[in-house]
């Protein structure tokens, strides 16, 4: 059945048809309303929020434009209007935390993980899109569009990312196509210092899959046998680690060792055991604290590990047990 069968059927309110009619898209939308608030969870929920309304509202819908710049356009404006439940605080307080001198140059924004696995129903972009998914999912720029405005980082995401005309995202914002194009300009301004010398430069360089691989199991190796210096040896020398939404970054090796040393389970590395999993389009780990009485082990959290072609480039840590539901893990493991 066509697009335009389907939408018929679905204004008459055959349900079956409009669950057919946005299945193309929804993937899709989910992703933009996380890229635009950094939080999966809000993503989620303003998802089924757009579903909701444009079943709702869909006999008002006039055709003059597609249905997928239709769904945009309410997502968009849903994401404009929403204040981030990204948690604020960082559930490791108990635990001095190192000065990060270093590092006073990063700016670390309230972000959650995105399970690769959401990502599977997401389709090729058009020939109009800058950045390939790879790009456009990495922690690294999600952080640095965060510090757009936020209707800057709509033009971006839409123009750039989505592929979608000036026409198409003026007709989301309710804008003249000029003053899309105004727009774009002072994002991609805003952006062109991050891709010179910035952190979008550091992550834009991926390893091979047997790279990949073998990384990853020396890093839960290391990690496992309390090894520090194991863990450093596989990081580039300017490696950063950040535990959004906590504001410290630590910048270097040295830096890095020394956190390692005093706040993971209070240095004690072998008290958490690390599961991989996989996160915006990268290797991850899913962090679980052993009980001391040795009978089970309760979730910790998740750890981003942002490959470059032979090292690792940033750790970013998530310290909420919560988020391992998002990854079809359970928040507690037997032993």
Known sequence: MSEAELLAHARSGDRDAFGSLIAPYQAELQLHCYRMLGSLHDAEDITQEVLVRAWTHLPAFDGRSS??????RIATNRCLTRRSRVRPELPVASVPVPPAPNASDIQVVALQPYPDVLLDGVSAVGPDAVYELRESISLAFLTVIQLLPPRQRVVLLLRDVLGFSAAETAEVLDASPAAVNSGLQRARA?????????RLVETARRPDGATERSLLQRYLAAWHANNVPGLLAL???DALLTMPPFPAAYRGRAAIGEFLR????GGQL???????TRANLQPAVAAYVHEQDGQ?????????LSLGEKDIVE????ADPELLLDFGLPT???R
């Open 315 to 318: 750790i970013t840590g998530f």
């Open 235 to 237: 990081l580039r020398e």
């Open 332 to 334: 507690y493991r037997e």
């Open 296 to 304: 089970g082990m309760s979730g910790y959290g998740v750890m981003v």
């Open 190 to 198: 805003a952006l062109a210092p991050h891709q010179t010398s910035g």
């Open 270 to 276: 072998d008290r958490i055991t690390l599961i991989p």
């Open 67 to 72: 249905i997928r710049t239709w769904l945009h």
């Open 262 to 265: 005093v706040v993971p389970a």
